[in-house]
């Protein structure tokens, strides 16, 4: 289905239909995220093994985790985050009181 944002401009594409696999299910999930935050422009989840496909996981210092840092690269005229960026990061783990393990 093939749709345009609120003023008309800017095709927007999505499906009805539910996410089939897990990277697909990720995508929905990012884009709830910034539907439900929209006044936040990036933020940190975890990482989905198969969004960097073809990417060996490098290697990271102990205390440390893979996640994904997810940015909108663009909004829509009416602020909707139409196009998102995903990054690999690695970030602290933290203990059960909150402390990092390193």
Do not use: K
Request: proline share 8%.
């Amino acid at each position: 289905m093939l749709q345009t944002d609120d003023v008309g401009s800017v095709p927007v594409a999505w499906s009805p239909a539910p996410a089939r696999t897990e990277f697909e299910q990720v995508i929905e999930d990012d884009r709830r995220w910034f539907a439900e935050h929209p006044d936040q422009d990036q933020y940190i989840r975890e990482l989905c093994p198969s969004e960097f496909l073809g990417m060996e996981l490098p290697e990271i210092p102990r205390g440390f985790r893979h996640a994904t840092l997810v940015t909108v690269v663009s909004r829509g005229s009416n602020g909707v985050a139409c196009v998102r960026g995903r990054r690999m990061v690695a970030i602290r783990t933290h203990g059960p009181d909150g402390r990092c393990d390193a």
